[in-house]
Antibody, heavy 120, light 108 residues
Framework: QVTLKESGPALVKPTQTLTLTCTFS??????????VSWIRQPPGKALEWLAR???????FYSPSLKTRLTISKDTSKNLVVLTMTNMDPVDTATYYC????????????WGQGTLVTVSS | EIVLTQSPGTLSLSPGERATLSCRAS???????LAWYQQKPGQAPRLLIY???SRATGIPDRFSGSGSGTDFTLTISRLEPEDFAMYYC?????????FGLGTKVEIK
């Protein structure tokens, strides 16, 4: 059974750096073609893909956010970390960690999400 | 990037009725790499359909997807009470992966 769980601060101040951790089980990011992405959803709004990391450590970022994002993994610990710099109130959202289709970029399994509020 | 336009914004139907949701892409979606998700309030989205027409594991067969090129459809043959929710389409044929703004299926 695949599970993913996001963790991180519920509240960050403007200009701060957000660090989110995704801890997962039921699969390994060391397996060929395995991929994990982060997606966010502002309250009442649609979903937005942020970043992806592949089994071979290839990394991909949303063009509109790539200067602010860094994604990394620790395969031995089954975790993926996303950092987002220079946080702004518009970044207030629920952040989801997802396992992607095997070699395909749809989002097969989702974590419960973690709400991050950006406010002074 | 590919923009996905979902229509209608809201669909008001009664249990037992048929729901037809549309997703139109601004460019051809490569190889029909289109997925549909269901999201209920306070929950994470759930994958329903991938590859335009393949049901994900555990999804009832009242959910079906169709389409190719730029026009795609999600059909719910007979609405069950648990089907009233938000539905999003997503394309993954071109980077970056993008989502539509969603269709809300509400009880009439």
């Amino acid at each position: 059974q695949v599970t993913l769980k996001e963790s991180g601060p519920a509240l960050v101040k403007p200009t701060q750096t957000l660090t989110l951790t995704c801890t997962f089980s039921g699969f390994s990011l060391g397996t060929e073609r395995m991929r994990v992405s982060w997606i966010r959803q502002p309250p009442g709004k649609a979903l937005e893909w942020l970043a992806r990391i592949d089994w071979d450590n290839d990394k991909f970022y949303s063009p509109s956010l790539k200067t602010r994002l860094t994604i990394s993994k620790d395969t031995s610990k089954n975790l993926v970390v996303l950092t987002m710099t220079n946080m702004d109130p518009v970044d207030t959202a629920t952040y989801y960690c997802t396992r992607m289709g095997h070699g395909f970029n749809f989002f097969r399994d989702w974590g419960q999400g973690t709400l991050v509020t950006v406010s002074s | 990037e590919i923009v996905l336009t979902q229509s209608p914004g809201t669909l008001s139907l009664s249990p037992g009725e048929r729901a037809t949701l549309s997703c139109r892409a601004s460019q051809r979606v490569y190889d029909s790499y289109l997925a549909w998700y269901q999201q209920k309030p306070g929950q994470a989205p759930r994958l329903l359909i991938y590859g335009a027409s393949s049901r994900a594991t555990g999804i009832p067969d009242r959910f079906s997807g169709s389409g190719s090129g730029t026009d795609f459809t999600l059909t719910i043959s007979r609405l069950e009470p648990e089907d009233f929710a938000m539905y999003y389409c997503q394309q993954y044929g071109s980077s970056p992966e993008t989502f539509g703004l969603g269709t809300k299926v509400e009880i009439k």
